[in-house]
């Protein structure tokens, strides 16, 4: 099994990547293959809305993008994952720049025909659900806050996994994180540590 980490925040040693590291600790010590990449060490383009990748090929298992950078790369090993944690800070109330241009390029995962207007797309890998992902996002505003900080967040990275049919199993909000004792802090990474260990029952439960 294979646990696949995308890391949002351009601080690669900063709290929000400190805790994505901890989650795959604990899906590693559950028994998962880990690996995390770091979007900003990724050379990833805007998506140029071309609709090549999804309306053509449709028997490819990645749509064919023209834009030549490292996302053709992470897609293969993205589909060759078993589960998913996406971990990204809050910026002006959504996900970053860095990972809302890789949900959007994602969408060289799905098909649709040209002709099909207000439909959604569907996935080149429908799994039934054998696949899982966890949530991640860290905010400088309390976790009273969630809803306005935390939700948005959590649903962009939902919207591309209901199409993929992959199941979210924690949303974890770290809220007022700069401000965090040493001791707070060892409690948050507690609980993303839990959370890696419980992707990973749930996809073994999923497949049982």
């Known amino acids: 099994m294979k646990v696949l980490g995308i890391m949002g925040s351009p601080r690669v040693k900063g709290k929000c990547s400190r805790l994505l590291d901890k989650a795959l600790e604990g899906a590693e010590s559950a028994g998962a293959e880990i690996?995390?990449?770091?979007?900003i060490k990724k050379n990833i383009k805007y998506c140029m809305d071309c609709a090549n990748c999804w309306s053509k090929n449709?028997?490819?298992?990645?749509?064919?993008?023209p834009l030549k950078d490292d996302m053709a790369d992470i897609?293969?090993?993205?589909?060759?994952?078993?589960?998913?944690?996406?971990?990204?800070?809050?910026?002006?109330?959504?996900?970053?720049?860095?990972?809302?241009?890789f949900l959007e390029r994602k969408i060289a995962l799905t098909f649709r025909n040209m002709n099909d207007h207000a439909k959604?797309?569907?996935?080149?890998?429908?799994?039934?659900?054998?696949?899982?992902?966890?949530?991640?996002?860290?905010?400088?505003?309390?976790?009273?806050?969630?809803?306005?900080?935390?939700?948005?967040?959590?649903?962009?990275?939902?919207?591309?996994?209901?199409?993929e049919q992959i199941d979210t199993v924690d949303r974890m909000y770290a809220g007022g994180v700069e401000s965090y004792t040493e001791a707070a802090f060892e409690t948050r990474l507690k609980q993303a540590f839990d959370c890696g260990v419980r992707l990973v029952e749930a996809i073994r439960q999923a497949r049982a």
């Open 58 to 65: 449709h028997e490819l298992t990645i749509g064919k993008c």
């Open 75 to 101: 897609l293969e090993e993205y589909i060759n994952s078993d589960g998913y944690i996406y971990a990204s800070p809050v910026y002006d109330m959504y996900v970053t720049a860095l990972m809302k241009t």
């Open 35 to 39: 690996n995390n990449i770091k979007l």
């Open 120 to 163: 959604l797309p569907e996935s080149r890998h429908p799994e039934n659900f054998l696949k899982k992902a966890s949530i991640i996002i860290t905010g400088n505003c309390g976790d009273e806050f969630v809803e306005v900080m935390g939700d948005p967040c959590f649903e962009a990275c939902e919207a591309h996994l209901m199409i």
